[in-house]
């Protein structure tokens, strides 16, 4: 897929690019210098080891963004593996046309081995998300020409079983610490791509929204008006509700929203 988006002109594009991109390799290093004690045993940075993929993902998104859709971390076999944002494999390299090779983090898990986009797993949050955004634009330009994903944190936490652990089940100190570097960093985004309407994949990710709007309107001494925050439904196989035609209730909270027309 090219770099450039339908209507936005080769400057523009570039400029949005850039400036994400030197907010993601400033929160990789932020985050890089944290460090979580057990049960936590090995994180992973796709930031740091997939930076080359991660930011061409990044030159796809556009100065005319106008909804914004925010995960909590990365999965293991999606985000992990491509950098990507909900980057299940096969989505990332047929759909978003993203291509090459990612390096392996500094202490890998036995059990979670980073391969790349030559990863045999597929993360069904991730197959989920980017199949509904194919079934309903057609083509990836379509798609960000108004729309963008990112995730709220960019680490990937495990247990000596290799159990994947959520960012909300963190020591409250830990949690705090992590939480002040990712709010910084969606504030940042925000102002750079000034998306009005912004939907929270799962609850975790909508507070995240609704917790540095607020930030935002402080800092402005005004109500937050200018964002529209709502949630969908997450699309992880661990909920029942997300196993029962998961891509028709999210078309149904973005309509119902008013986000989506159609």
């Known amino acids: 897929m090219s770099a450039n988006t339908e209507g936005v002109t080769n400057d523009r594009l570039s400029d949005v690019s850039k400036r994400l991109m ?9 985050v890089s210098k944290l460090r979580f004690a057990e049960p936590v045993t090995h994180v992973y940075n796709p930031l740091e080891y997939a930076r080359s993929l991660h930011h061409q993902y990044l030159r796809m998104a556009s100065s005319d963004c106008r909804v914004l859709f925010l995960g909590m971390n990365p999965g293991p076999w999606g985000m992990a593996q491509t950098g990507v944002p909900f980057g299940e494999v ?29 990863c045999g797993r597929s993360e069904v949050s ?25 995730n709220y944190c960019p680490l990937v936490f495990m247990e000596s ?29 925000l102002g750079i791509l000034g998306c009005h309407h912004l939907v929270g994949v799962g609850v975790y990710a909508e507070q995240c929204l609704k917790r540095v709007a607020e930030q935002l309107s402080d800092r402005k001494r005004s109500p937050p008006a200018e964002f529209q925050i709502v949630r969908i439904l997450h699309p992880s196989p661990a909920s029942p509700a997300a196993n029962r035609n998961w891509a028709g209730s999210a ?11 159609s």
């Open 22 to 30: 030197r907010a993601a390799d400033r929160l990789s290093r932020q």
């Open 90 to 118: 096969t989505a990332v390299r047929r759909w978003l046309g993203i291509g090459g090779d990612v390096e392996r983090p500094k202490i890998e898990h036995p059990k979670r081995p980073i391969e790349g986009l030559q």
């Open 126 to 150: 991730g197959r989920r998300l980017w199949g509904l955004m194919e079934d309903h634009f057609g083509t990836a330009e379509s798609f960000f020409r108004h729309h963008f994903v990112v």
């Open 161 to 189: 079983s290799g159990r994947n652990r959520t960012p909300d089940k963190l020591p409250a100190v830990e949690r705090d610490l992590l939480r002040e570097i990712c709010d910084e960093h969606l504030r940042g985004v």
């Open 251 to 261: 078309v149904e909270q973005l309509r119902a929203a008013g986000i989506w027309q």
